[in-house]
DNA sequence: GCATTTTTGCGAATGATTATCAATCTCCTT
DNA sequence: AAGGAGATTGATAATCATTCGCAAAAATGC
């Protein structure tokens, strides 16, 4: 069994406890999110997922990713210009870096940042609940 | 003279002189920009410059907005939920925190923030162009 | 297998933003 | 002050990503 069919498995015995039913779709989608190295959009799921299971429409794409973004096992995205891009949530918070000229895009941590985000905050009397936090860069002229 | 018919005026001027036509509707918005203490959308910026400027359309102030945008005078933000919105760019910059229960937006800096910001950029090889940050606060509980 | 409750696919609807285009206005030149 | 080239405007249609409505199909629990 490989590591991404052991991802699925958990998620989808998961689901089945918080009462999401699991279906074709459902379990074709969670695939392509789990086997997926970079941030694709809605429309870009969609064409991934067709290739597993044809019988997905890109409507039940949207409502699955809102199902999972819910259940906490897949974050999405809004980057400047275009639509949200998804991922499935991994073990470690990450933010992200976005190339501009590619488009690519990139992930990075920083604890100090995280700490100082939290700081600021209480300083302010909040807690804070999530953030957003992107860098739209160009590569360095040498 | 007020300050913020100074600052109108010294705006208008600039337009001017990159080519930019300065038409009563674009004065009556960047009024209300320049006047504004918050953080309004573009259907509350088109209510407001409305009370000013009867002879303006909600297709201008977007077109406007657009144009001030690309002048450097104002700023546009995507906040989680909910259309971009817009303010004058002050004389500093400054990130955002926004209240989750009441919606309202308020402001902070953090030059340690801002700095490591540049260094992880340029560890990955990357000039810095701009970049996004928001936290998404709750009022701590006492 | 059967009943109950969800989920799906299709297409229509939505909401924010942009595009079209003839009429109007700005601003530079006489 | 008048003229005219070219930019800007208002009204409305068009876009684009995302959501909705509903009848048919599928998943769960017994
Ligand atoms: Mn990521
Ligand atoms: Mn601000
Ligand atoms: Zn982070
Ligand atoms: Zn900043």
Do not use: W
């Not at 699991?22 to 064409?47: F, S």
């Not at 809004?78 to 501009?100: N, Q």
Request: aromatic share 6%.
């Amino acid at each position: 069994m490989t590591l991404a069919q052991d991802m699925t498995a958990q998620m989808t015995a998961a689901l089945r406890k918080a009462g999401v039913r699991v279906t074709r779709q459902r379990i074709a989608l969670l695939a392509v999110l789990v086997g997926a190295d970079d941030h694709p959009d809605a429309e870009e799921l969609y064409k991934r997922t067709k290739r597993v299971e044809p019988a997905v429409s890109l409507a039940t794409v949207y409502r699955t990713l809102s199902v999972l973004e819910a259940e906490g096992v897949v974050q999405r995205h809004s980057f400047e210009g275009g639509g949200a891009r998804f991922e499935a949530t991994g073990p470690a918070h990450h933010d992200h870096i976005v190339d501009l000229d590619s488009g690519e895009v990139f992930e990075f941590n920083s604890d100090k940042i995280e700490r100082l985000q939290e700081q600021i905050a209480a300083e302010l009397g909040y807690d804070l609940v999530h953030h957003r936090m992107e860098l739209y860069c160009r590569r360095r002229k040498p």
